[in-house]
């Protein structure tokens, strides 16, 4: 088990803002799927980006990395696969969510494998639909091992808006090669539009039609073909949050590398910051926060749960008491995120009430030292770090490593501007 040790350290310069992983992952689908030669670049190599790559390669695409490049090649997608298809999911929800529809565009026995709490993730919307096409499928309680076989129909579907918009950007990759017609009826709100838009923007770059009719149902027509194209990954809101974070609580630091008219629902963090009393600076360099006097707000986290963690810490340095609601959600990723957010900056000294979905933070003027655990969990693990930023004593850090699930580069970012660590062990 591997430790660091982070000095309490004001941070200071510019940070180039990683890849959006949305995007890449999107982006990496849709250039498998086409006829041609896609070249997708500014690609950052996180391990979930590494089983989105795989999974299509499973599948039949061929896939070449060049630097941070990859030269994606579709033709042969769905030809020449072996009987049975393996796919590695890791840790990756949007992988596993993603792929499965997809892997049976063709009739194909495909299994799905994966770690961490990838199988407590719920798939019944897919089961349902199994259920109905006669398509066979196997899994175990608890664990990723998922065994389907079979071929995707096209029809209506009927699928819940509020559980993960994943599933319905699976389908909204895999429907329109079908060769029915098909539409996607939304039974309930539907939570995480960004994320839809985003899937909805990049097939449309790629050349496939998707009708929206309101986000209540979309309309698909079968038999469309995806167009290879050239294309470069934006930078990602939702790590660009950990440094725009860090410069709403004193340091001073500018984030470089981020579109401010991206459909990212992450970039809402420029919003939530200015509710909170932030100015932002928008200039060609990047963007800039400064703060005089920190506001508590309400935080509605449904559309943006992945920049809650950092938000958190945020509002623990707000006098006042601010409210993180519509969060349930944090419950069922790497961690039980909500859990982990209230015990480990509880343990430096936040005052923090765990609500079932959600969160009740009161301002403290600092924060304090103390040895924490990320839970393995990537966001958790940065979250800390810029925490440690307005501590008073040093921060020993539990597996730090989990960076590399979508921010390989994070520690040395970290350090890049002023951020000093140090291995430590046990027996220190």
Known sequence: MSYIKIKPKKLN??????????????????????????????????????????????????????????????????????????????????TLRFLVPISIIENNRVKF??????????????????????????????????????????????????????FISG?????????????????????????????????????VEIINNNYKEFIIKGNQEY?????????????????LSAAAIGNNVISKDID?????????VLDIL???????SITKEGVKVQVNTLKPTIIDGSSCPDIIPVLTVVA??????????????????????????TTELSKLGANIIELEDGLIINGVDGLKGAKVDSYDDHRIAMMLAIASTRCEGEVILKNPSCVSKSYPNFWKDFIKVGGELSEWSMGK
Do not use: W
């Open 13 to 94: 310069g510019e940070v180039n803002i990683p890849p959006s992983k949305s995007m890449a992952h999107r982006a990496v689908i849709c250039a498998s799927l086409s006829k041609g030669t896609s070249i997708i670049e500014n690609i950052d190599f996180s391990d979930d980006i590494i089983a989105t790559i795989k999974a299509m390669k499973a599948l039949g695409a061929d896939i070449e990395l060049a630097g941070n490049r990859l030269i994606i090649k579709g033709e042969n997608i769905f030809k020449k696969l072996d009987e049975d298809i393996l796919i590695d999911c890791n840790e990756s929800g949007s």
């Open 113 to 166: 494998i994966g770690r961490g709490n990838l199988g407590k993730r719920p798939l019944d919307i897919y089961y349902d639909i199994f259920e109905k096409q006669g398509i066979l499928y196997e899994y175990k309680d608890g664990e990723l091992d998922l065994k389907v076989s079979g071929r995707l129909k096209g029809g209506e579907f009927k699928v819940k808006g509020n559980i993960s918009s994943q």
């Open 171 to 207: 389908l909204l990759f895999s429907l329109p090669m079908l060769k029915e017609d098909s539409n996607i009826i939304i039974t309930t709100e539907l939570e995480s539009k960004s994320y839809i838009d985003l899937t909805l923007s990049m097939l449309g770059k790629f050349g």
């Open 227 to 243: 167009e290879a194209r050239e294309y470069r990954v934006e930078g990602d809101y939702s790590q660009a949050a950990f440094f």
């Open 260 to 268: 401010i008219s991206s459909l990212q629902g992450d970039k809402e």
């Open 274 to 280: 200015e509710k909170m009393g932030c100015d932002l």
């Open 316 to 341: 623990a340095l707000t006098k006042g008491e601010t409210k993180i609601i519509n969060s349930g959600r944090l419950r069922i990723k790497e961690c039980d995120r909500l859990r982990a957010i």
